[in-house]
């Protein structure tokens, strides 16, 4: 397995603070959901700026220091494996990239292929296939086409993952401040700021088919015209009804989606609006086993032969700290 935020992706570099936190977050749950599935030998790679800070105990570690080629090492490992779950942030093809490198390597791909990563990692592409489902979504247009308009808006990379690169636009003069930092503003969408409760579906998808593990509330602070993603907590909704049909509906406008997904949601009185489709795995994965009982990577291998096993053990909301609040 490669979580690339701390698997080597910036070992020429230091380590990015609230992505490395949830990287580190999110490559330790899913080492302990594959540890505690008999036969599974997990072979993890770690860049050595986090050496001892992640429980590797019992696990094939390969360290990645600034002296090594992330892909190159990636591509060596992956071929020595029978199968390979690659986590990493859509933005500049990373992901697609790690996806395709499986694919080529014979080996079996535990997430999405990379023709879903294509889709769905960008943003403009996926409002465009939601409208064509019918699927309610959030207004957008390429900036490089945006004309300002009065009201709120956000700016945001059209591969950003997170909130990276993601400028809240309040007046006239955001618009002129961000307009000129933006050099090739193809590379961003346009959207109005919807006011409203931002809460993500953890799924599974297979073939047209869609499982909803939980519903989970995302909390942010606005810092400096940024959303800063602070806590995540998972299993937060334990009624299901209102999104089994919007998660059947995404599987099948979204059939190449395979394996874990996170939906990133804004909820209005009137209206659940899908506002990003994450083909990999995300921050609310780490709380899924804990809240639900749940090992999220035994039924992704289910998935393989068959359907998974979604029934929860237990029901407790779990709240995940990506960072700590400047207002606390």
């Known amino acids: 397995m490669f979580e690339y935020i701390t698997g080597g992706g910036f070992n020429k570099q230091a ?6 936190r949830e990287g580190r977050l999110m490559l330790q749950a899913l080492l302990d959901n594959l540890t505690a599935i008999d036969g599974i030998e997990p072979v993890v790679m770690l860049d050595e700026q986090l050496a001892g800070s992640v429980n590797t105990v019992g696990k094939s570690t390969v360290i990645i220091g600034p002296e090594h080629d992330v892909i190159e090492e990636f591509t060596r490992l992956a071929g ?113 700021h919807i006011q409203g409760e931002k809460t993500s579906l953890s799924c599974l998808f297979k073939q047209g088919q869609g499982w909803l593990l939980c519903v989970n509330l995302q909390r942010f602070e606005i810092i400096n015209k940024q959303y800063q993603l602070t806590e995540c907590v998972v299993n ?23 394996g874990y997904a996170g939906i990133d949601l804004i909820e209005t009185a009137e209206q659940i609006h899908v506002l990003e489709i994450n083909p990999r795995l995300t921050t609310s994965f780490t709380g899924i086993y804990d809240g639900l009982g749940i090992n999220v990577a035994q039924q992704v291998l289910r998935l393989l032969n068959g359907e998974p096993q979604v029934n929860p053990a237990r029901n407790q909301s779990i709240a995940v700290k990506v960072r700590e609040s400047d207002a606390a």
Request: charged share 20%; aromatic share 12%; net charge negative.
């Open 15 to 20: 380590l990015p603070g609230s992505l490395a």
């Open 236 to 258: 937060y909704q334990a009624d299901f009804s209102p999104y089994q049909n919007l998660v059947a509906a995404i599987a099948q406008a979204f059939p190449e989606l395979w």
């Open 80 to 192: 020595q494996c029978d199968a390979v779950w690659p986590v990493a942030p859509e933005f500049d093809g990373i992901l697609q990239a790690l996806c395709q490198t499986v694919d080529l390597s014979g080996r079996i791909l535990l997430t999405s292929p990379a023709s879903a990563v294509a889709m769905t990692g960008n943003k403009l592409r996926t409002y465009e296939r939601l409208m064509q489902h019918d699927i309610a979504t959030i207004a957008t247009y390429s900036f490089d086409t945006a004309e300002y308009r009065s009201g709120e808006w956000i700016v945001k990379s059209i591969d950003g993952a997170g909130c990276a690169e993601s400028y809240l636009i309040e007046d006239r003069q955001d618009f002129a401040a961000i307009s000129s930092q933006s050099q090739d503003k193809t590379r961003f969408i346009f959207q109005p």
